[in-house]
């Protein structure tokens, strides 16, 4: 079962417009998301977070928006670039589920190929 | 400054053959992880260590094995490589503090024959 969805594996957007990324989850236990970037040939480099006590953050061109009541996310850049063009991966952590216990994993998207046309 | 490397950055292998991707971070972080990418799935953890001496099952696990002797190294092992184990594979490390975002090694292509 998938708990982490990006349901567009791919976007395309003119250079100067607003680019916007979804991603939903079903696991309550999340309570930590994260935005990563990712180019051919090259690993994953983290882009944004957000947690859960927070709806909004933002970083530049880049802001994530929280929608915890529908467990919905999404990264905004405004104004896309066409440097901005990779792979987008959503990911969340859940909140550690034993006592005194601590939760470092992440639970991937697939990702959404985005790409900003000149 | 401070990274993370992976080494071979490309390796093919035969079927059957034992293979060992090594991951070495300099960041001296407690927790490092191991993950595949493959086409239609995304990124899936296979393995990962919160410390020397902890080993622990991803949701990927069979057929993949890692040992953590020091904090630097998680070497990841295929002990009978099969050809579903083609991948591009990911190591990563992370500070062992709440909210700290995961750092990427460059990733080994691994193509099984």
């Known amino acids: 079962d998938q708990q982490v969805k990006q349901n567009s594996p791919s976007l395309s957007v003119q250079e100067g417009r607003i680019s916007i990324l979804n991603c939903d989850y079903t696991n309550s236990m999340f309570d930590y998301f994260l935005w990563y970037k990712k180019y051919p040939a090259e690993g994953p480099t983290f882009l944004i977070s957000i947690s859960s006590i927070k709806d909004k953050n933002e970083d530049g061109r880049f802001t994530v928006f929280l929608n915890k009541s529908a467990k919905h996310l999404s990264l905004h850049i405004v104004p896309s670039q066409p440097g901005d063009s990779a792979v987008y991966f959503c990911a969340a952590r859940a909140r550690g589920q034993n006592s005194g216990g601590s939760n470092y994993k992440l639970t991937f998207g697939k990702g959404t190929l985005l790409t900003v046309n000149p | 400054d401070a990274e993370i490397t992976q080494s071979p950055r490309h390796k093919i292998t035969e079927t059957g053959r034992q293979v060992t991707l090594a991951c070495h971070q300099t960041?001296?972080?407690?927790?490092m992880f191991w993950y595949r990418q493959d086409l239609g799935h995304g990124l899936r953890l296979i393995h990962y260590?919160?410390?020397?001496?902890?080993?622990n099952k991803g949701e990927v696990s069979d057929g993949y094995s890692v040992s953590r002797s020091n904090t630097e190294d998680l070497p990841l092992t295929l002990e009978s490589a099969a050809s579903s184990q083609t991948s591009v594979y990911f190591c990563?490390?992370?500070?062992?503090?709440?909210?700290?975002?995961?750092?990427f090694g460059p990733g080994t292509r691994l193509t099984v024959l």
């Open positions: 990563a490390s992370s500070e062992k503090v709440t909210g700290a975002e995961q750092f």
């Open positions: 960041w001296n972080h407690n927790n």
């Open positions: 260590s919160y410390g020397v001496q902890d080993t």
